[in-house]
């Protein structure tokens, strides 16, 4: 397939405001890499048809925090003249390519995905699964091809949906033709970042666990937060030895710190790995490490909210943001749509040969 472009496709579900797990996971390496100039186009997608996959029954949820992950988006730094941000529901070359994609996919394919085999269980989907949610890594597929992407920046969970979207790919291309292109997954660089435990040492923040830290968040409420974070339930006076295995503060300062940090908050060490010395020997109080935390996420969200107060005060204007960003990935849709028609030989109106030969045919006959 001749591509030599180099595109980004990557989005969130709109359930939610986005928390410091998504701006250390995701959000964050998609400023770094809108910044970069290696990418000749940049996607980025509020999958609100994904969303609806396990809330059709909550569309109003759905359609509530569109803005809110589009604001969050905005405040972490994206910028629309330089990534396309875009709302998938708006692109119906999205579904239809879901529904040719489908016949590509066999139901036992589907159920030995790891990531539906999870979530299916997280959602207690067991005795009854929607199709729809069942078969979304086929709209995930859509969404990544359409757009004819080749990196797809995503959580380690999502690995299964690329891998699954890599077959769909080859298999289109085997017996349709060279039309479709091979994306690759770009995964969170350190361990910490991909994984960031809620604020009461949960494997996962959640919105219904209530661990979250969100970008929006105020200064206080970031502060509060941090206070009361899980630690060491052993680390009972100062002078006891700690123990960092599922210590939340320590995962953070892992996914957040670095040295600059220590100079400048906290100079009596030169590093983590002094920090953490300290603290596993006994001695360092948990309520000192947390300021210090707190420090630095004051310091990495201060930014944030600055963006988030002035794009809140013109709403319209983000929406107008959305919708010029939907028109101009619609037209890249239509594009590839118009390939994949073309190789499926489901292209009749466009193709005057067909016209022509069949017409032939048809006099030859007489
Ligand atoms: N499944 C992703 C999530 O849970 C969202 C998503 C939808 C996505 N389509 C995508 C991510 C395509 C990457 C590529 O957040």
């Known amino acids: 397939m001749e591509n030599k472009q180099k595109i980004i496709l990557t989005g969130d579900r709109p359930t939610g405001r986005l928390h410091i797990g998504h701006y250390i996971g995701s959000l964050k390496r998609r400023v770094e890499l809108q910044n970069s100039g290696e990418f000749d186009k940049i996607f980025i997608m509020i999958a609100d048809a994904q969303a609806l996959t396990d809330n059709f029954d909550n569309p109003e949820?759905?359609?509530?925090?569109?803005?809110?992950?589009?604001?969050?988006?905005?405040?972490?730094?994206?910028?629309?003249?330089?990534?396309?941000?875009?709302?998938?529901?708006?692109?119906?070359?999205?579904?239809?390519?879901?529904?040719?994609?489908?016949?590509?996919?066999?139901?036992?394919?589907?159920?030995?995905?790891?990531?539906?085999?999870?979530?299916?269980?997280?959602?207690?989907?067991?005795?009854?699964?929607?199709?729809?949610?069942?078969?979304?890594?086929?709209?995930?597929?859509?969404?990544?091809?359409?757009?004819?992407?080749?990196?797809?920046?995503?959580?380690?969970?999502?690995?299964?949906?690329?891998?699954?979207?890599?077959?769909?790919?080859?298999?289109?291309?085997?017996?349709?033709?060279?039309?479709?292109?091979?994306?690759?997954?770009?995964?969170?660089?350190?361990?910490?970042?991909?994984?960031?435990?809620?604020?009461?040492?949960?494997?996962?923040?959640?919105?219904?666990?209530?661990?979250?830290?969100?970008?929006?968040?105020?200064?206080?409420?970031v502060k509060t937060k941090?206070?009361?974070?899980?630690?060491?339930?052993?680390?009972?006076?100062?002078?006891?030895?700690?123990?960092?295995?599922?210590?939340?503060?320590?995962?953070?300062?892992?996914?957040?710190s670095d040295k600059r940090h220590f100079e400048e908050y906290l100079p009596e060490y030169q590093d983590l790995q002094e920090l953490k010395d300290h603290y596993t020997r006994g001695g360092l109080g948990d309520v000192k490490v947390k300021k210090f935390l707190n420090n630095i996420m004051q310091e990495e969200l201060a930014p944030i909210r600055e963006r988030r107060a002035s794009y809140e005060k013109d709403i319209p204007a983000v929406y107008d943001i959305l919708k010029k960003g939907t028109e101009a990935a619609r037209e890249v849709a239509a594009q590839t749509m118009a390939d994949v028609k073309a190789a499926m030989k489901i292209n009749y109106f466009d193709d005057a040969e067909l016209i022509k030969a069949q017409s032939e045919k048809y006099q030859r006959a007489e």
């Open 226 to 256: 941090i206070m009361s974070m899980y630690t060491d339930p052993l680390h009972l006076q100062v002078s006891d030895p700690g123990h960092l295995e599922g210590n939340a503060v320590f995962t953070y300062l892992d996914a957040f």
């Open 61 to 221: 949820k759905v359609r509530q925090n569109i803005i809110e992950v589009a604001l969050d988006y905005l405040s972490a730094g994206l910028d629309p003249s330089k990534v396309n941000i875009f709302i998938q529901s708006q692109i119906s070359e999205l579904t239809e390519l879901t529904f040719f994609y489908s016949n590509l996919v066999t139901v036992s394919r589907l159920q030995r995905n790891p990531t539906v085999k999870s979530e299916i269980q997280m959602r207690n989907f067991e005795t009854s699964i929607p199709v729809g949610f069942f078969t979304y890594p086929i709209s995930q597929a859509a969404d990544i091809t359409a757009f004819k992407a080749t990196t797809v920046p995503v959580g380690e969970d999502q690995l299964p949906m690329i891998e699954q979207c890599k077959e769909i790919v080859h298999k289109f291309n085997s017996i349709y033709g060279e039309t479709l292109v091979t994306p690759e997954a770009l995964v969170p660089k350190n361990e910490a970042q991909g994984r960031l435990p809620g604020t009461d040492g949960k494997q996962k923040m959640s919105k219904s666990l209530g661990n979250c830290i969100y970008l929006s968040d105020d200064e206080k409420t």
